[in-house]
């Protein structure tokens, strides 16, 4: 459940304090790690504090929970073993055989996945959308629509949807509007303030921060929806465990300064890539010139550390130069305190080949880290050559 009690603090003294109240008994004034799988009951039913079995529930992962749900505005946090293990229980709670799902036109290639592979096999039908685009959206809808998906800004080409427009679409159609909010993190984008119903994480990329941890997160605007998640989450069992929890919390607490030089770092690395003679493209909402750019500086707080480009020579220069850099590792995953380097096509989006989703050959993904941004820059410039 959400603590009310932070509810007026600012993000980074929420970060740090929201869950994370002091140890009772020893005063120690971060969550310990409760690695444990059952507790001592006062009798039959007797629990304390409600614990009886960490899959139903674990105190550091309640901790977690709690802070998740203050960062994004909601009534619950719910937190899974990873982000597609948060998103399947999402969508077999809200989805029945026969359900219809609008699906972002540029998205996570394991979201992609689950919709076209998994999910479609009992019985869910799935369209695509321009979510940036509202009469692409109102055009997927059918009377069977009961959820919109989007990913702002989109993975890997850094799309923008308007969250507001598209959650007034989704009621008026009495559908749910889920928003993964991977990218942009609670510290840059409200999603449930804007009117979407439930925000999806994926822990393991700014929100752990430091690429050491696999997770997964939703948070809901209504409680009610967050009772009947967490029903789920524990009948199905891809929880969050303890230690991750724990690493994930201390992760969140310097979420708002590391957001803060990623997106330092990515504006200088875009002002560079935009004159570079190799690059026939950037894709960052930072600029002025990207067609999601007003939207996004309206709802959020900055653009992010992620920017994608294209370059001359078409995909075989673009796997070399992801070849060629020294500071950036070439890695799929994102979010980390070290800056990655991918090619989409062949890497994080290779499952949505030949689909409405398909990616630019050509096409490079880098995570900027928060390294000294002159270094950045200097390897990126060798590695294009």
Same mark, same amino acid.
């Given at each position: 459940?959400?603590?009310? #009690?932070?509810?007026?603090?600012?993000? *980074?003294?929420?970060?740090?304090?929201?869950?994370?109240?002091?140890?009772?008994?020893?005063?120690?004034?971060?969550?310990?790690?409760?690695?444990?799988?059952?507790?001592?009951?006062?009798?039959?039913?007797?629990?304390?504090?409600?614990?009886?079995?960490?899959?139903?529930?674990?105190?550091?992962?309640?901790?977690?929970?709690?802070?998740?749900?203050?960062?994004?505005?909601?009534?619950?946090?719910?937190?899974?073993?990873?982000?597609?293990? @948060?998103?399947?229980?999402?969508?077999?709670?809200?989805?029945?055989?026969? /359900?219809?799902?609008?699906?972002?036109?540029?998205?996570?290639?394991?979201? =992609?996945?689950?919709?076209?592979?998994?999910?479609?096999?009992?019985?869910?039908?799935?369209?695509? @959308?321009?979510?940036?685009?509202?009469?692409?959206?109102?055009? @997927?809808?059918?009377?069977?629509?009961?959820?919109?998906?989007?990913?702002?800004?989109?993975?890997?080409?850094?799309?923008?949807? /308007?969250?507001?427009?598209?959650?007034?679409?989704?009621? #008026?159609? $009495?559908?749910?509007?889920?928003?993964?909010?991977? =990218?942009? #993190?609670?510290?840059?984008?409200?999603?449930?303030?804007?009117?979407?119903?439930?925000?999806?994480?994926?822990?393991?990329?700014?929100?752990?921060?430091?690429?050491?941890?696999?997770?997964?997160?939703?948070?809901?605007?209504?409680?009610?929806?967050?009772?009947?998640?967490?029903?789920?989450?524990? @009948?199905?069992?891809?929880?969050?465990?303890?230690?991750?929890?724990?690493?994930?919390?201390?992760?969140?607490?310097?979420?708002?300064?590391?957001?803060?030089?990623?997106?330092?770092?990515?504006?200088?690395?875009?002002?560079?890539?935009?004159?570079?003679?190799?690059?026939?493209?950037?894709?960052?909402?930072?600029?002025?010139?990207?067609?999601?750019? *007003?939207?996004?500086?309206?709802?959020?707080?900055? =653009?992010?550390?992620?920017?994608?480009?294209?370059?001359?020579?078409? *995909?075989?220069?673009?796997?070399?130069?992801?070849?060629?850099?020294?500071? =950036?590792?070439?890695?799929? #995953?994102?979010? $980390?305190?070290?800056?990655?380097?991918?090619?989409?096509?062949?890497?994080?989006?290779?499952?949505?080949?030949?689909?409405?989703? *398909?990616?630019?050959?050509?096409?490079?993904?880098?995570?900027?880290?928060?390294?000294?941004?002159? /270094?950045?820059?200097?390897?990126?410039?060798?590695?294009?050559?």
């Amino acid at each position: 459940m959400s603590d009310d #009690s932070h509810q007026h603090q600012s993000f *980074e003294t929420r970060a740090i304090h929201a869950g994370n109240t002091a140890d009772p008994q020893t005063g120690a004034v971060v969550p310990p790690i409760y690695q444990v799988s059952t507790y001592k009951q006062d009798g039959v039913g007797g629990l304390r504090g409600g614990y009886e079995y960490s899959r139903s529930a674990n105190p550091t992962r309640t901790a977690l929970e709690e802070n998740l749900a203050a960062l994004e505005g909601g009534r619950r946090g719910l937190a899974f073993a990873s982000g597609l293990a @948060a998103e399947d229980c999402l969508l077999r709670t809200l989805l029945s055989p026969g /359900d219809h799902v609008v699906i972002p036109n540029d998205a996570y290639g394991g979201t =992609f996945r689950l919709f076209a592979k998994v999910v479609s096999r009992w019985g869910v039908e799935w369209s695509v @959308a321009d979510t940036s685009d509202a009469a692409s959206v109102r055009a @997927a809808l059918t009377p069977k629509t009961k959820v919109i998906w989007v990913e702002t800004p989109s993975n890997p080409l850094l799309g923008i949807t /308007d969250i507001a427009v598209v959650a007034d679409i989704a009621r #008026s159609a $009495g559908a749910k509007l889920v928003v993964d909010n991977t =990218f942009a #993190s609670p510290y840059l984008q409200q999603p449930l303030a804007l009117g979407a119903d439930v925000v999806v994480h994926s822990l393991t990329k700014y929100m752990g921060g430091h690429s050491d941890v696999v997770g997964g997160a939703l948070v809901t605007a209504d409680a009610a929806l967050g009772e009947e998640l967490a029903y789920h989450q524990n @009948a199905m069992g891809a929880v969050a465990g303890p230690f991750d929890s724990w690493v994930v919390l201390r992760g969140i607490k310097t979420l708002a300064v590391r957001m803060d030089r990623h997106a330092e770092n990515a504006q200088k690395i875009v002002e560079v890539l935009t004159r570079h003679p190799k690059v026939t493209k950037v894709l960052y909402p930072g600029l002025a010139e990207h067609p999601g750019h *007003e939207i996004a500086a309206k709802q959020m707080r900055n =653009f992010g550390g992620m920017v994608s480009f294209q370059v001359a020579g078409g *995909e075989e220069e673009a796997v070399a130069v992801c070849g060629r850099t020294k500071i =950036f590792t070439l890695a799929e #995953s994102l979010g $980390g305190v070290e800056s990655l380097i991918e090619h989409p096509g062949r890497m994080t989006h290779a499952s949505v080949a030949g689909s409405a989703l *398909e990616v630019p050959a050509d096409l490079i993904r880098v995570s900027v880290g928060i390294e000294n941004a002159d /270094d950045l820059i200097a390897d990126l410039t060798q590695a294009l050559g």
